[in-house]
């Protein structure tokens, strides 16, 4: 990867320990329905009430993140977050005794697991300024790469208990780096002369939540993407068991996503190139590319649409993973860890209520229904992006010049 050799050493061991810890994550996550149904013996209902709870902890977890960040503290936020996560994976052989008491522990699991994320991302965006938007989308590439290694792995390990050990064990670890790291580099900006005892004004939550163009629009169109994009798992997933297909042809679609991710990199960089050059560009190009992808599975229900499905939807994700955090992060300065908290918990609604529409649909008609329901969430997401844009137009231009 000759790429990184433009980065200095502080960067390259943060890209490294967060493949680590992607991969360690990944172990875990394919395997939480199955081992509900199979180890446990629950229903499939049950598996959902407990991804239901997850899900909705994940949310709290973004919300609260963001709004502790300058409160707690980096440091503290980061590592304890982390410590605590490692903490409920290494329960879950004592919790799953109880029903009610695992469903505690995988809510308690969603929270401190998403309590993390909007400060690791807005700790990127305040240390390494000038490059945070390589920075996402690399670091974006590497946790994809560390999920399809722990997604391999989970299968090769067979074993529901010593993966989920070995998720909490990358979890502490990460703590631990984290713990040294920050220690070692401090969270002031890379090459920075401002004291780090200088004043700041602490800004309350609700006049924060009053700057709506900041976050609301972007953040209900990734609620909208994140909504369509349920098809995959509850319309795809059971239209391919019920026309007596592979289920192998459903895991090779993710395996395409994880090459593509990597592999289609210069084909993203020229569309951002050519028209996809700010942010909030990006994101609307992102919508339009998803909006694509669903529109050929509705119109082309055969497997070489679905390849084609998502071919364009991993085109997409490519460009709107990194493009939301590198907005907040260039846009609301300080006060940037809250509205990344905030704009990921609303998107992640998405993805609470995505199943459940997109199965009372499939339920009402099969895969039809539900192309239909992604693409009407995908064109409200167009919509949305376009009017963020259009609503911080001033300050997109101000980011075209800088380009």
Known sequence: MRFMQAYPKEIKVFLIASLINATGSALMWPLVTMYVFDE????????GIVLLVQSLGGIAGQLLGGSLYHKVGVNRLIVGALAMNAFTLFALPWASGS??????VMGMMGLFNS??????????????????AELFNIIYVANNIGVA?????????????????????????????????????????????VSKKQPQNEVSGWRLLAHIRIY?????????????????NSGVSPFIISEGWSKQLYGFLWTLNGVLIFAAQPLVSLIKRGFAQTSTAQMTASAVFYLGGYAVILFIPSYPGMLL???LATLGEMLISPAMPSFISEHAQRSAPFYLGLSGGIGAIGRVIGPYLMGVQFDRGG????????CGMAVLSVGFFALHAYMNRSAVRLERRTA
């Open 367 to 374: 895969l039809a229904p539900t192309g239909w329901l992604a």
């Open 149 to 193: 290694l722990g997604t391999a792995l989970s299968g090769f390990l067979g074993n529901y208990m010593l993966s989920f050990v070995l998720n909490g064990v990358t979890s502490a670890v990460f703590a631990g780096f984290f713990f040294v790291y920050l220690r070692k580099v401090g969270t002031a900006p890379a090459h920075s002369t």
């Open 309 to 311: 499905g998502m071919v």
């Open 99 to 104: 029903w009610s008491v695992f469903i505690i």
């Open 40 to 47: 446990l013996g629950r229903s499939m209902k049950d598996a």
């Open 216 to 232: 609301l629009f972007m953040a209900v169109g990734s609620m909208f993407l994140l909504i369509g994009n349920s098809i995959w």
């Open 115 to 132: 309590l993390s994320l909007p400060a690791i991302q807005a700790f990127i965006g305040f240390r390494f300024a000038e490059q945070r």
